[in-house]
């Protein structure tokens, strides 16, 4: 088996703001993997997401230099690498993967409609355009403007839509404090929310844990999730922490075999749970896609990021409606990509 790997800059057709930074640029890794029996290659997306992802190091571009120089060596402790070679592999025919209505193109995954934040105007517009093309499932990215304004939002989807005609996700990427988040849950309960992702930042288990329980809106882990997972470690922190979601990005907790370990986990446990894109192109959303299929989950998915960029992959993957597509007539195209062994 031979890898190479090359960098890519994927350009946003808009600033993406959360309430950790705004972006007009994301950098990502492609990795190419060919088996040299069969000639067969596939492509792969290490969807490193500086900033956030665990595997945000000086030494990463040495980690896939190492990879390549040695593909039998044991893996760096990578998420987004992992997620890059699982995905290459499977593409390459050398890890079977099995169809599903969604690679066959017969059935579509249902997603949300993201909201990214901007200011009052900008997001109402926004909202109205994700509503007229037909979602039903809103996700908000809230905490980049004031409080009472995002809550005013709320206020004006809610006056146009009840919660039996469209569902509200919210994200706040840990914006609360331990000591304002059950006071703005309380005052958010009013819109009937679904659920809030992320409250407060990662790594408080005893805070997080408190909110999940007095909580009157659902909560769902994100950024707590991070990381290499270890079996009796994500049953630990699940189990203590007890929220009623966890949100998934197998580039960043783990890979597909990781979101594997906190999927099971969560089932077991009775927590719900979906996938989200941590902005790769569209190699990295068609695989997320692809194991979600494959998992028969029927909630709707974070999948909605494929036309962030001006310079994403050509690809397979159609949007319609509310519902993201594989057309099986439709062909890949990557960009002119520097390869490197």
Known sequence: MRIEWAPYTLDFRFEARTSRESMRHKQTYFVRVTDEITGRSGVGECALFRGLSSDDVPCYEQWLDSLCADPGAPLPPSSSIRFGLETARMNAGIDMVTPTPFTDGREGIVINGLIWMGDQITMRERIDAKLAAGFRVLK??????????????????????????????????????????????????????????????????????????????????????????????????????SPQYIILKPALCGGLAGADIWADTAESLGIGWWATSALESDIGLYAIARWVSGRGVTMPQGLGTGRLYHNNVSSPLRLRGDRLWCDRHGKWQLPDLQWRQ
């Open 140 to 241: 908000l990215k809230i905490g980049g403007i004031d409080f009472d304004r995002e809550v005013e939002l709320l206020k004006y989807i809610r006056g146009m839509y009840s919660p039996e005609t469209l569902e509200i996700r919210l994200d706040a990427n840990g914006s609360f404090t331990p000591d304002n988040a059950l006071a703005r849950l309380g005052i958010l309960s009013r819109y009937t929310i679904h659920s809030l992702e992320q409250p407060i930042k990662a790594g408080q288990p005893d805070a997080m844990a408190d909110i999940c329980r007095r909580s009157p809106v659902a909560i769902a882990l994100d950024e707590e999730l991070i990381g290499m997972p270890d079996a009796d470690e994500a049953r630990n922190l699940l189990e203590y922490i």
